[in-house]
């Protein structure tokens, strides 16, 4: 090998520079004169630090005899931190030793990078550190010139699996579900988190019961008999199984969904009340556009409206409207539409007041009258009275958990590199600061 000659004679000045650059405390690295080039490597031009490894060592690798020669040097392409945005490496020499009694060689070593690894540690450290933010994993690749393969192999090696005290559950547990990578099993995943403190204690890859059992079952007695409170959907059926996994749990209904329960429904009925009036009429059409336009204001609390500040409505030919004079206008359109509207304003009050003893009255009173559908819906609520009582009176509510839903949500926006549920998982309590770097 000609072209390693220059690599033998080390030149001080420039040896201890590029060891400040590069951050390089082994004295039996050094660089030659020449030793930083602009190659290209792997299609890209390259900044090349070129230097050698050797030493002599003690014994044998292999056998422990004392007796080694050196033998001829071996080349490595090592991957850097990039230096101002250009992919960087260490093209290094390595020295290879010969053992007289066992005939075997081996190659020197450094701590700078492990062995048989083509990435400094400084870099994969790099990287470890960026999977912590909200950087996709394609981001992450693209920033330090390595593949998305490679990313996840650090995600790996840096971060352990969280192994969780088995003695320990929150004692007031959020669970939810959201839509996972396509490697899952089940079609949802399942999201557990601390009522109390909002931080997400563990994502499952399946939300199905006796998944979920199985998962829960591994805590021990104690750990689940501690669990107070469970919040969930209204319409997740996981009752049967935190019943057996919590015996002492009692369970609410998020409030949030509750109230979405009573949304939905009107809004249902806001969407007959515009099929209803006739798009060939023109007067009717105006009215369609207006329910079509205000279904916010429809939605809103009584409480909430505003009767005083005047506002130009175009749909009311730019006249000057108070919200309130809009609502008014819209229940002279249909009547069945307003009983509906009636009853949902009044059900929201009884809500916010949290007076669960005229909110369920109300709703086993309801008039014969009202649209079949619009009872239907109102009546489900009936059927979770119980969990929907707890969420009256307890404070824990899926807020939390909703803006937690929302942190997996921007994980997974910018990070559909995802190609497993394992790395999801990986980052998302890595973000939680569960995985610690090892
Ligand atoms: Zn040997």
Redesign the pocket.
């Known amino acids: 090998m000609s072209h390693t000659n220059f690599i033998k004679t080390k030149d001080e000045n420039i040896d201890s520079m590029i060891k400040k650059i590069l951050n390089i405390k082994d004295s039996n690295i050094s660089f030659p004169k020449n030793a930083v080039s602009k190659e290209r490597v792997k299609g890209r031009l390259s900044t090349v630090f070129t230097g050698k490894l050797t030493y002599k060592p003690s014994h044998?690798e292999?056998?422990?005899?004392p007796e080694v020669n050196r033998h001829s040097f071996k080349d490595s392409w090592i991957q850097l931190l990039p230096y101002q945005e250009v992919p960087t490496y260490l093209h290094l020499y390595k020295q290879r030793f010969y053992?007289k009694?066992?005939h075997?060689t081996f190659s020197a070593k450094t701590y700078y990078v492990a062995e048989n690894c083509y990435l400094a540690q400084s870099l994969k450290f790099a990287i470890a550190i960026d999977l912590k933010k909200k950087i996709s994993m394609k981001d992450i690749a693209s920033r330090y010139f390595v593949s998305s393969k490679t990313t996840e192999r650090v995600l790996d090696s840096f971060f352990k699996e969280p192994c969780h005290n088995l003695n320990y559950l929150p004692k007031h547990l959020l669970i939810d579900e959201f839509k996972g990578t396509t490697d899952c099993e089940g079609a949802m995943c399942f999201i557990i988190s601390d009522a109390d403190t909002g931080k997400i204690f563990d994502i499952l890859d399946d939300r199905r019961n006796y998944k979920l059992e199985r998962y829960f079952m591994r805590f021990s007695f104690k750990a689940r008999r501690k669990v107070s409170h469970i919040v969930m959907d209204m319409n997740a059926a996981y009752g049967v199984v935190t019943k057996r996994v919590f015996p002492h749990a009692r369970i609410s209904i998020d409030r949030f969904h509750v109230v979405q329960q009573l949304t939905r429904a009107l809004n249902k009925q806001r969407i007959k009340a515009m099929n209803q009036l006739k798009k060939s009429d023109s007067e009717a059409m105006k009215n369609y556009r207006k329910f079509k336009k205000y279904w916010r204001t429809l939605l809103k609390k009584n409480s909430k409206l505003n009767y005083f500040i005047l506002k130009q409505y175009p749909l009311f030919q730019k006249r000057y409207l108070t919200e309130s004079d809009v609502i008014d206008h819209l229940m002279t359109v249909d009547e069945s539409f307003k009983s509906c509207y009636e009853i949902y304003q009044e059900l929201l009050d009884y809500f916010d007041k949290r007076d669960y003893q005229s909110f369920f009255d109300c709703l086993t009173h309801l008039e014969t009258s009202l649209p079949k559908d619009f009872k239907k819906d109102l009546l489900y609520l009936q059927k979770h009275q119980k969990e929907i009582i707890n969420a009256f009176i307890y404070p824990y509510s899926n807020g939390k958990l909703e803006g937690k839903n929302n942190l997996i949500k921007v994980i997974k926006r910018i990070a559909f590199g995802f190609r497993t549920f394992r790395h999801l998982r990986m980052r998302v309590l890595i973000q939680q600061n569960i995985c610690q770097i090892i």
């Open positions: 044998c292999h056998c422990g005899c053992c009694k066992c075997l």
